[in-house]
């Protein structure tokens, strides 16, 4: 499927870029020629620092988009949460006064449970169980979902790394969390993570986050490691606890009723070249995750291994079955598939 995606896009690419006229030619997934006008997206971001994997991956995604419609397709584009935090951009996206965002999916708790059983703590086991559930039956059971209960498509997943947390004292055992005061999304899943060992929670905007750090309101974040580095946590939480507790996704998303307007060959360029890029941007994750730990430990930051995840885990696992049982069916039906995918 991966190799008829990619072969599909060169098509794309080349068919696109060599038509000069005032529309662009097209062929869909069935073989048939599509011709449509030019298009302007609305696409809006809450992520920070223009250098993170998830800013590279919009501003990759847009111009290949851009080229394979030989410029027909192009965006006006808000990064760094210039429309807002990401619950801002979410709800802009599900009432249609943004096209398109890219954002953590996480935060579709508010909106459609099922997303809080992906984040279930120390639930997934690695970033290839990640992968095998995203692009799998659990990205399906999600997609489905968020469709069933907004107005909002899923369209497609990067992988956001590994959450861990940053905090002004080292994390070595479980005993060090007690007390502890974590900034958190404004997402249930996260609140829960922190009292189930023993930490304490303030849910805030991200952009509110360093200041509250620095003026002791919160004595830690947790965030996917580029994150905590290049949005500078790291300097005013120097002590990282690799634990792991959840892994994060970026999501694609567009409008419902925008989408749906849409020209088939437009819909399929648009979820292709995405396509095209996930895989390489997750293995670019992991690169990249490395080369920041080693730059902590030059910079004389804390680096905690976490070789007891198993014990973490123990502390939540009891829940995982009645918790999303409760959610729905397609809760209970995303938490099989998350354990068959082992």
Excluded at 111 to 119: D, G, S
Excluded at 184 to 189: G, I, R, S
Excluded at 231 to 258: E, I, R, S
Aim: with cysteine; proline share 3%.
């Amino acid at each position: 499927m991966r190799k008829r995606t990619v072969l599909l896009l060169a098509g794309i690419l080349l068919f696109g870029l060599s038509f000069c006229g005032q529309s662009s030619v097209f062929f869909t997934a069935t073989g048939e020629a599509a011709e449509y006008a030019p298009l302007t997206i609305t696409l809006a971001s809450a992520n920070g620092a223009a250098q993170t994997i998830e800013a590279k991956m919009n501003q990759d995604w847009i111009k290949a988009v851009t080229e394979a419609s030989g410029g027909k397709i192009t965006f006006n584009y808000y990064p760094g949460a210039q429309l807002g935090s990401y619950m801002e951009i979410i709800e802009q996206v599900n009432v249609g006064s943004v096209e398109m965002s890219v954002t953590d999916i996480s935060m579709y708790e508010s909106y459609c449970p099922e997303f809080a059983v992906l984040y279930y703590p120390y639930l997934l086991d690695s970033y290839e169980h990640a992968e095998r559930v995203m692009y799998g039956k659990g990205g399906e059971i999600l997609r489905k979902a968020l469709a069933d209960k907004t107005n909002t498509y899923l369209l497609g997943v990067v992988q956001h790394g590994q959450r861990v947390s940053a905090t002004t004292t080292p994390i070595n055992s479980i005993a060090d969390c007690k007390g502890l005061i974590m900034r958190t999304p404004e997402a249930q899943v996260y609140v829960d993570w922190t009292k189930g060992i023993g930490m304490s929670s303030v849910p805030m905007a991200m952009s509110e986050a360093y200041t509250a750090i620095q003026t002791g309101v919160a004595q830690g974040i947790e965030l996917p490691i580029q994150a905590l580095y290049s949005n500078g946590y790291t300097d005013v939480a120097p002590n990282v606890w690799k634990d792991a507790h959840m892994y994060a996704f970026q999501g694609l998303n567009a409008n419902k009723a925008w989408w749906e307007k849409l020209p088939v060959a437009v819909q399929e360029l648009l979820v292709d070249t995405w396509k095209s890029l996930q895989y390489d941007y997750n293995k670019y994750l992991l690169g990249e995750e490395s080369g920041i730990y080693k730059a902590l430990v030059e910079k004389g930051r804390t680096v905690t291994e976490c070789g007891y995840r198993d014990q973490l885990r123990a502390i939540y696992i009891d829940s995982y079955v009645p918790n999303a049982k409760a959610v729905s069916e397609a809760g209970a039906a995303l938490l099989e598939a998350i354990e068959a995918a082992r």
